[in-house]
């Protein structure tokens, strides 16, 4: 992932309020991805509209693990009708592809949970899930 798609992130994160975002170096994500899907397990199938979109994106040639909770309501406010711009546009393949498949009326159908996880054969992921 590049800067630039980390600064996009990170300045929707000053914008909005109850909007967090992390960022570290970490040579293996393999345990914050694994926490992830842990979470996103817990969360899997109970009622009610999910309060926050969750976003994990490792970036291998990076060394970075970027973690961002985006509220739902914000989450209203990118979209633009056609797809969910996350400004993910920069973001590699793996990035493209969690872009290509997220649409706002798709998130709103799914339910808490992982919506969806992508691990390219360069080390990148991504794993989006709601809770």
């Not at 969750?54 to 739902?72: F, H, I, K, N």
């Not at 633009?80 to 592809?97: I, N, Q, R, V």
Request: glycine share 10%.
């Amino acid at each position: 992932m590049t800067r630039a798609s980390l600064a996009g992130i990170l300045v929707a994160a000053v914008l909005a309020a109850g909007c967090l975002v992390e960022v570290e170096k970490v040579d293996n994500p393999r345990a914050a991805f694994a926490t992830a899907r842990a979470e996103a397990a817990h969360v899997q199938g109970r009622p009610g509209k999910p309060g926050h979109l969750e976003v994990l994106v490792y970036d291998r040639a990076e060394g970075q693990l970027v973690r961002a909770s985006l509220p739902m309501w914000l989450v209203h406010k990118a979209d633009d009708g056609d797809e969910l711009d996350l400004d993910f546009d920069e973001g590699g393949e793996a990035a493209k592809k969690v872009r290509d498949r997220l649409s706002l009326k798709d998130i709103e159908k799914a339910g808490r949970g992982i919506l969806v996880e992508v691990e390219e054969e360069d080390g990148d992921q991504v794993l989006v899930w709601l809770r």
